[in-house]
């Protein structure tokens, strides 16, 4: 078995996984360390909560140590989200804590003085830059960027950077980086546009698999067949009396029914909050910080908190709905049992979404246990796809079939 010390890292970094409580690397870190130590190129699969990111930060710390040269950026670290670039700065305040290196996190919609402070720190060659890809075009085209001295460069979350359409920003960043440096690609997924942008910018790069789109061990997965009109009774009963669950994330396909079952929550007594792209960074901030710290026990959000945030011990997910994608069904359900912990991801889906699910079974290669309704919320929707048009009503007299699809565009308009 391998344990930290088969790296040899440096005592400082050593003490610092020590003070982070790590006892042994994750699968990826065994895979993944040594071959960023021997500054290989690399593109691995791996989700978010498999420990991808200590993979990448302990080794890139280890060789700036080694070389004890702290002069300029020496690594660059390119995220979808500001909520990621938070959060791998979070870990990097962990790992530094007996290093002098500096770091800085950049990205869109902060107050003014905070757009001051990252651009002095870019100018000054801060030895670490964590930053979106949008904010630092505009801190390139500033000519801020000094990226003489760069040796690393990753791509976290590769697959859904493409999809918010940053390929063309992550091109023209990369063509102010020097050319010999080592790159690094971590992508929950590998779609042929991934590999393409693989062969792009990698060399010869070393390939490692980790999660083949399966949530992490240990989630105890189960799904409810059940019409909309059903849900909020089942959200209702599965959450009444849980003291023993302290953190539960609700996940609703948009923004409207996120508020809307928030609301319903509240009316009810239950202890929650709301996150969606309608809130202020700073609000979206301090709603995270007080569901991590436990000063409230469910909380409803859009698809946005569900790549990437690190929220430890997370005992409940419930999707809601079934997400359109299936992978985003693997990171909210990897929100859960992260890094080897248990925990229970419940979906609910209703009769439109039977065929989404069936795609998410046949992507996890495994078939989700259908658990009964409570008989007071009555009958579900059978688990068969449904052939061309369907409501998704119970049968009975006047179903309103016109306001269903009504209902449905709006639901596509107003996507997280
Ligand atoms: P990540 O996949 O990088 O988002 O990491 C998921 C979670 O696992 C984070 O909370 C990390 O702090 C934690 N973690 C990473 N590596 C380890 C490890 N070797 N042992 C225990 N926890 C870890």
């Not at 989200?81 to 007996?98: K, N, P």
């Not at 992260?338 to 039977?354: C, K, P, Q």
């Amino acid at each position: 078995m391998i344990s930290f010390k088969d790296f040899n890292f440096h005592p400082d970094i050593d003490e610092s996984i020590d003070a982070m409580g790590f006892t042994k690397p994750t699968p990826v870190q065994v895979s993944t360390i040594p071959i960023i130590l021997e500054n290989k190129d690399l593109i691995a699969c791996a989700q978010t909560g498999t420990g991808k990111t200590a993979a990448f930060l302990l080794p890139v710390l280890q060789k700036i140590v080694e070389e004890d040269d702290f002069e300029g950026t020496k690594l660059l670290v390119i995220v979808p989200t500001r909520e990621l670039a938070m959060q791998i700065d979070q870990h990097l305040q962990g790992f530094t804590y007996f290093i002098p290196v500096s770091t800085v996190a950049v990205f869109g919609g902060g107050a003014g003085d905070v757009w001051d402070q990252q651009k002095s720190a870019i100018a000054s060659g801060v030895n670490i830059i964590i930053a979106t890809p949008g904010r630092l075009i505009s801190l390139i085209n500033l000519d801020y960027l000094r990226a003489e001295n760069l040796r690393t460069l990753v791509l976290d979350e590769a697959d859904r950077m493409l999809d918010m359409g940053f390929y063309d920003d992550i091109i023209r960043i990369i063509t102010k980086l020097p050319k010999k440096r080592q790159t690094l690609m971590f992508s929950a997924t590998m779609p042929p546009k991934i590999r393409q942008l693989a062969k792009k910018i990698l060399t010869s790069p070393e390939e490692v698999n980790i999660s083949i789109a399966k949530p992490a061990e240990g989630v105890l997965q189960g799904a409810y067949l059940v019409h909309d009109e059903q849900k909020p009774a089942l959200i209702m009963d599965l959450l009444r009396d849980k003291p023993e669950l302290k953190s539960i994330l609700v996940f609703s396909a948009t923004k409207l029914n996120v508020k809307q079952l928030y609301r319903q929550l509240k009316a009810q007594g239950f202890s929650c909050n709301a996150i969606h792209s309608d809130l202020e960074q700073h609000e979206r901030v301090t709603v995270l910080n007080d569901f991590k710290n436990r000063k409230f026990q469910i909380l409803v959000a859009t698809d946005i908190v569900s790549r990437g945030i690190d929220i430890e011990s997370i005992d409940l997910v419930i999707n809601y709905d079934v997400p359109s994608d299936a992978e985003d069904y693997v990171h909210r359900v990897g929100r859960t049992a992260r890094a080897e912990m248990t925990g229970v991801a419940l979906t609910f889906i209703n009769s439109r979404d039977v065929r989404s699910f069936k795609n998410i079974e046949t992507l996890i290669d495994s078939e989700v246990h259908k658990l009964p309704l409570p008989p007071h919320i009555g009958q579900g929707p059978e688990y068969t796809v449904s052939r061309g048009y369907t409501s998704d009503y119970p049968k009975r007299k006047g179903a309103p079939k016109k306001g269903f699809r009504k209902d449905r565009k709006k639901v596509r308009k107003d996507q997280p």
